[in-house]
Nanobody, 126 residues
Framework: VQLQACGGGLVQAGGSLRLSCAAS????????MGWWRQAPGKVREFVAA????????YYPDVVKGRFTISRDSAETTVYLQMNSLKPEDTAVYYC????????????????????WGQGTLVTVSS
């Protein structure tokens, strides 16, 4: 499956953005999906995940309550709604897909994912 993330841009602190990740070559229906980000000079950081089972979602504390991951009913697009953005949210955001089942919180690990899309830049100004 090929992934393409889009929707990044420049936004003021407190604003919102919605990122999209589209699939080509396959639907997302059999994959767990995640969003990650990488700021300049920092390691890639987990942002959100929704497993194949769709029974729950996972977020780190730094974005919990502000970000929401969702999947469309056609299973071809995954979204990341980002509200109350802060300058420290500035990063390149990546979507990723994994084939695993019953992984629980392992969806918060980069090694869980089999496919990665190219990123989209989000810049939050203060």
């Amino acid at each position: 499956v090929q992934l393409q993330a889009c929707g990044g841009g420049l936004v003021q602190a407190g604003g919102s953005l919605r990122l999209s990740c589209a699939a080509s070559g396959s639907s997302f229906s059999t994959y767990g999906m995640g969003w990650w980000r990488q700021a300049p000079g920092k390691v890639r950081e987990f942002v959100a995940a929704i497993p194949w089972e769709r029974t729950t979602t996972y977020y780190p504390d730094v974005v919990k309550g502000r970000f929401t991951i969702s999947r469309d009913s056609a299973e071809t697009t995954v979204y990341l709604q980002m509200n109350s953005l802060k300058p420290e949210d500035t990063a390149v955001y990546y979507c990723a897909a994994g084939k695993g089942r019953n992984l629980g919180r392992r969806w918060m690990l980069p090694s869980t994912y089999d496919y990665w899309g190219q990123g989209t830049l989000v810049t939050v100004s203060s």
